[in-house]
């Protein structure tokens, strides 16, 4: 009986619907279609005569809740053989199991105050600067006032004048807030100069700071920071010294201690007062020793910085004081490296130009024998003879340095340069290859010369590098 009844059901029921293809798979499916078609025309039924409801509101909407609910408990039915009917039926009949409990009833958490207490009544507590006081029902805190920074006081239920222990200034006193906050006191000697109250960055103590700027627009010397300490500028490179070019803190003149002879401040650069004698020159062949490093590329030649053994040209134990003489270019110039100078050469720095030897504005020898005022001679423009040491004596020798006290410029500074004409001549950096040879100028003329165009201090002549003669020696600048 079971059987066909069902296959009846499957007769009517599956082939009317639209879905006959689900039908044909799973039986219990085969009730959804039929059960909506008639939720529908239900539906169709409840809204036609009535207002157009909104979804959310119209019983057709609940049963298509409803309806769907349905089809999964059909499914379920279906597979234990219960009533398909009866399980349709259940939620329209059903009550909401949400309408039991109404959220609308439930009693209020605020029915039990004695539990939710958070602080205890009218005291007062400090949010960050924030004061505040405590509920009467002890339910929270009131906020009172905004205090100025660190100065809430919970203990006190107010804001502090100052915060206790915080530490101020008044003029130059320190001052310290009292315990109750209520008012600054002195505390402490007031401070003393250079300090000031604040003055090294700490509020309410006594301090200095250091100035940055201390030492701006100087290069030398000790000056005072601003606190009362002397720190250090820097310092000079000798011939310069700190403040010796008249100038507080700055690097100038040519005092300073260098070997040879002692220099003398011309422009902007330093020229030995002298020509380099041969006790100086002495200590530097001692100095070096063999060591022949460091020496120019054209001085490849080289093989002794000792001078030529000819009469007078280097016996500094019986005439220290003469010219050093019988030296080779390479000779004159690594003597002024070792002695921290250089072989007087281009005003600023480098060999003077080998074709621009009487330019005042370039060369620096030059420069200091005419005391860059042109002259023909270091004293004047008219030879004079005997204010030099220029005999013309060709079987002669050199004098000591600076016994010729007229052979000088006629001004200072160049009243403290000896020589420039006559004695010795004297090696220029100044140098040009001819044809494969180097060749370097002499300056001033020598004892050999007596006719007032030999020397003069436009006079130069050229020598190939290793040239020395008993006439010839030289002199160092510096910058
Ligand atoms: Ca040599
Ligand atoms: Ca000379």
């Avoid at 309806?67 to 329209?92: F, H, K, R």
């Avoid at 220029?390 to 002669?396: E, K, M, R, V």
Wanted: charged share 15%.
């Amino acid at each position: 009986m079971r059987v066909p009844l069902l296959l009846a059901l499957l007769v009517q029921g599956c082939f009317q619907t639209d879905f006959p293809t689900a039908c044909s798979q799973d039986e219990a499916q085969c009730d959804e279609p039929t059960t909506d078609s008639s939720v529908s025309e239900t539906s169709a039924t409840e809204t036609t005569p009535g207002e157009e409801t909104s979804g959310e509101d119209s019983p057709v909407d609940a049963d298509e809740d409803t309806s769907t609910a349905d089809s999964s408990i059909d499914a379920a039915d279906a597979e234990t053989g219960a009533d398909s009917t009866l399980v349709d039926s259940m939620p329209d009949t059903a009550p909401p199991p949400d309408t039991a409990t109404p959220p609308d009833t439930a009693p209020p958490p605020d029915t039990t105050p004695v539990d939710s207490a958070v602080c205890a009544a009218s005291s007062y507590s400090c949010a960050g600067d924030q004061l505040r006081r405590c509920k009467t029902d002890s339910s929270g805190y009131d906020n009172i006032v905004a205090c100025p920074t660190g100065t809430c006081s919970a203990a006190l239920g107010r804001c502090t004048y100052c915060a206790p222990g915080s530490r101020s200034c008044s003029g130059a006193q320190p001052t310290l807030c009292n315990a109750l906050g209520s008012a600054y006191a002195a505390d402490g000697a007031a401070c003393a100069a250079p300090q000031t109250c604040g003055g090294g960055g700490t509020p309410g103590v006594c301090g200095c700071t250091a100035s940055p700027t201390a030492c701006s627009g100087k290069e030398c010397g000790m000056v005072d920071n601003g606190c009362g300490t002397m720190i250090s500028c820097g310092s000079c490179t000798a011939p310069r010294t700190c403040g010796g070019g008249g100038t507080a803190n700055k690097c100038g003149g040519c005092s300073g201690t260098l070997p040879g002879p002692t220099m003398v401040g011309v422009g902007t650069y330093c020229v030995d007062s002298t020509e380099v004698t041969q006790s100086q020159y002495a200590a530097f062949v001692t100095a070096k020793g063999s060591d022949l490093s460091g020496q120019p590329s054209t001085c490849g030649f080289n093989t002794t910085f000792a001078p030529g053994t000819a009469a007078s040209c280097y016996t500094p134990s019986t005439t220290p004081s003469k010219p050093v003489t019988c030296v080779d270019w390479c000779d004159a110039s690594m003597y002024c490296k070792w002695a921290g100078k250089r072989l007087c050469g281009k005003i600023g720095g480098g060999p003077n130009a080998y074709l621009e030897p009487a330019d005042a504005t370039k060369s620096q020898w030059f420069a200091a024998c005419t005391s860059t005022s042109g002259y023909l001679f270091p004293y004047g423009n008219v030879y004079v003879s005997g204010f030099c040491h220029t005999p013309g004596d060709t079987a002669g020798t050199t004098v000591d340095v600076k016994t010729r006290p007229s052979c000088t410029g006629t001004s200072a500074p160049y009243t403290n340069i000896f020589d420039m004409s006559g004695n010795a001549s004297e090696w220029e950096d100044s140098c040009g290859n001819l044809s494969g040879t180097w060749y370097c100028h002499t300056r001033g003329g020598n004892f050999t010369d007596a006719t007032a165009g030999a020397v003069q201090c436009k006079d130069e002549s050229v020598w190939p590098v290793d040239f020395s003669a008993k006439w010839l020696g030289f002199r160092c600048c510096a910058d």
